[in-house]
């Protein structure tokens, strides 16, 4: 199993990006997927989830920010964010809920990451 962030980049503040991630492998469904965030000293937070049916949602931080879809057929995951804040600066992970072949339940797997840098 694959879980591939896009890469991610610096921004001014009150500018745009959109992450995507892309899952691969012998999968045989996926469930939740989310966006986590790490910034240097603090935890990994959540930042927004969507389900396969698509109900969303999302930190306090990220609502009326930030978007969160998906796109099943690709296996694909995306995170738009607009007026972003330089508070918004940190590595952001994909996070995936997934059923494979050949196991018994669900497990989580993890992106590699990708630094979203918000210059003030």
């Known amino acids: 199993v694959h879980v591939a962030d896009s890469v991610g980049g610096l921004v001014q503040a009150g500018g745009s990006l959109r992450l995507s991630c892309v899952v691969s492998?012998?999968?045989?469904?996926?469930?939740?997927m989310r966006w986590y965030r790490q910034a240097p000293g603090r935890q990994r937070e959540l930042v927004a989830a969507i389900t396969s049916v698509g109900t969303t949602n999302y930190a306090d931080s990220a609502k009326g920010r930030f978007t969160i879809s998906r796109d099943n057929a690709k296996n694909t995951v995306y995170l738009l964010m607009n007026s972003l804040k330089p508070e918004d600066t940190a590595v952001y992970y994909c996070?995936?809920?997934?059923?494979?072949?050949?196991?018994?339940?669900?497990?989580?797997?993890w992106g590699q990451g990708t630094q979203v840098t918000v210059s003030s």
């Open positions: 492998g012998c999968i045989l469904s996926i469930n939740v």
């Open positions: 996070n995936a809920n997934l059923w494979l072949v050949g196991t018994t339940g669900w497990f989580d797997y």
